[in-house]
């Protein structure tokens, strides 16, 4: 009765252990995951912007779009090309725009000939626009660069986006591989209780040998 008695006691002990320990890394894991997703999402938004910003400023600098402007029809020359970019960058929205704001293309066509929303005037003085806004396709990160024409002139305004649903969409990929690094860390805690639970066992039957 004393050697079974003892033997449970010792498994309660090591079970106890074992929850403390499974306890602890769950929290570790859950901290470092949550602290990941965190830091992924800031890396995900920043490469959005860098992404907009270099497809807008190529799009801005092509000939044919200042060209296009100044054409009768902006819209029937600029809507094709800038679908085609869109399409080809994996971004949301091409937008090339009047210095007014409106737009000459966009994804949805009933929308062209409405007014553009979102900052502008940074890229109207010569500079470019780069922030989170909630437009027609919903928030998105997105880019405004000048236009400019033979003289210098700001003669338009391009505006690339990527949602913050595609954002996240791409995040949420990436989960398997936390999930996976989360079983890993249990599963290692599970290996490691095991091979103390058997160490234990091991002394204890030693010392009821010895006796």
């Known amino acids: 009765m004393t050697r079974r008695s003892s033997m449970t006691r010792g498994w309660s002990i090591a079970g106890q252990l074992f929850a403390l320990q499974v306890l602890v890394v769950t929290l570790l894991v859950a901290g470092g995951t949550t602290g990941a997703v965190l830091l992924a999402r800031a890396d995900a938004r920043d490469a959005a912007a860098e992404e907009v910003t270099s497809v807008a400023e190529t799009v801005a600098h092509a000939p044919f779009v200042a ?6 029809d902006p819209t029937r020359r600029l809507q094709p090309y800038a ?9 949301d929205f091409v937008v090339v725009m009047a210095p007014d704001r409106t737009r000459y293309t966009h994804p949805n066509r009933d929308l062209i000939g409405q007014p553009f929303l979102g900052t502008v005037e940074p890229a109207l ?5 780069v922030e989170v806004y909630t437009g027609t396709l919903g928030e998105s990160v997105r880019a405004v660069v000048p236009v400019r ?5 700001v003669v338009g305004l391009v505006s690339v986006g990527i949602t913050t649903e595609a954002i996240n969409r791409k995040l949420l990929r990436q989960a398997p591989a936390v999930g996976a690094a989360t079983a ?28």
């Open 67 to 72: 060209e296009a402007l100044a054409s009768p």
């Open 83 to 91: 679908e085609a970019t869109r399409t080809a960058t994996g971004t």
């Open 125 to 129: 003085a010569g500079g470019q626009v």
């Open 149 to 153: 024409g033979d003289g210098g002139a």
């Open 184 to 211: 890993a860390a249990l599963a290692l805690a599970g290996v490691g209780h095991g091979c103390s639970a058997a160490a234990s066992a091991a002394r204890r039957t030693a010392s009821d040998r010895a006796r």
